[in-house]
């Protein structure tokens, strides 16, 4: 069998997805021939590389313009029209890697490479099995194709929402999003807090933005300085080596203890001995969260499917929302008194799905093993 899995380098989460998916197919079918291809890496296409450069572009200077794309896709007639129009244009891309590999099963974590995958089957331009796993909390116009096989989703909620569009209830899977399986072992934390030096009983703090450092960390940290009592905090300023640089300055300069990594393959030991987490709602990272039984302190969702990341989290009492305006150095001293934080990490535990990449990788198991008798 050949398994080909599309993803997209447009933030960590669609990579992260893929490459969970990934290990538990290879431990099921370790026969098969099992591809993993970034669809909007330069060396796939240099087009879709200038179209992300423009999308990370634009999240960064122009984050209202987003939110005004994001809900004219998810519009009806606004939506089919986006979707067209990208699927149009990566056609091209889709159809050399279908040839190349001549794949059984397509996987994509992102709707890029679905929309040109599910038009080139319903062109019948190719003949696979097409699945998808959407990375997000929210159900969106954009993901929504015919052609697909097989959905994978969060939540029963919007597994419901796809069958109020017409999408068949025994091709809708509400597994969770996958996350590696290491999470799941990490039990430890004591003997982590030990080995990043932390002092016992001293609260530690997480700050992410990603793979990009987005988010703000800077400004963060000279907020949470005005906390008298001592914090352990742990930055990953991720490929941002400008913050990199910041932060190390910050840090001699701190009466906190500041630890600082730039891009690491070591985040979810970090999530592991921190206490909370501060950080864009991405969903990969809320998911992991979730299954470390980490709380977290939610900020400055890019405008669309991270602000429907939040409300999840916020409304089963997994995250606290800081909105614009609030003060991040009340809402941490008012989160580390009391019993909050345990409450939080038991909500965050009980919308874990840490079997999520496991029960994606068994479906698509057994649709490939159907494939003689549709011939």
Request: hydrophobic share 45%; with cysteine.
């Amino acid at each position: 069998m050949n398994i080909l899995i599309l993803t997209a380098s447009i933030g960590s989460g669609h990579i992260k997805a893929a490459e969970a998916v990934e290990t538990e197919l290879r431990r099921l079918q370790p026969g098969a021939e099992i591809t993993t291809i970034d669809f909007m890496a330069r060396r796939t296409s240099r087009l879709h590389w200038l179209m992300k450069k423009c999308y990370l572009i634009m999240l960064a200077f122009v984050p209202n313009l987003y939110d005004v794309f994001y809900h004219l896709s998810g519009g009806a007639s606004g939506g089919h029209l986006v979707q067209e129009a990208f699927a149009l244009v990566m056609s091209p891309v889709m159809r050399h890697l279908a040839r190349r590999y001549q794949p059984d099963l397509v996987l994509c974590t992102h709707p890029f490479p679905e929309g040109a995958a599910a038009r080139l089957k319903r062109c019948g331009q190719a003949d696979y099995l097409l699945a998808a796993v959407m990375t997000d909390y929210s159900l969106h116009q954009i993901w929504l194709y015919e052609g697909v096989d097989c959905y994978f989703m969060a939540t029963e909620e919007m597994r419901e929402g796809m069958m109020r569009h017409g999408f068949p209830s025994d091709r809708l899977v509400a597994v969770g999003i996958p996350v590696s399986g290491i999470l799941e072992d990490m039990k430890d934390k004591q003997g982590v807090r030990r080995a990043l030096a932390i002092p016992e009983g001293q609260p530690a703090i997480l700050l992410m933005g990603g793979g990009l450092g987005l988010g703000g960390i800077e400004e963060n940290l000279q907020v949470l300085e005005a906390i008298p009592s001592r914090l352990t905090l742990l930055v990953v300023a991720g490929r941002n080596e400008r913050l990199l640089e910041k932060v190390q300055d910050f840090a001699d300069a701190s009466h906190h203890q500041v630890l600082v990594w730039g891009y690491t393959d070591q985040v979810h030991f970090l999530m592991r001995g921190a206490d909370l987490l501060i950080t864009k709602p991405g969903a990969l990272t809320i998911s992991e969260a979730f299954v470390l039984g980490l709380p977290m302190l939610l900020h400055d969702p890019i405008p669309g499917p991270e602000t429907e990341n939040a409300i999840y989290a916020t409304h089963h009492g997994a995250a606290v929302w800081l909105h614009p305006g609030e003060n991040m150095a009340a809402a941490v001293q008012s989160l580390l008194q009391g019993t909050r934080l345990d409450t939080m990490g038991v909500s965050a535990r009980q919308c874990a799905r840490p079997m999520a990449a496991a029960a994606i990788a068994r479906r698509l198991t057994d649709m490939m093993h159907m494939l003689p008798q549709q011939e």
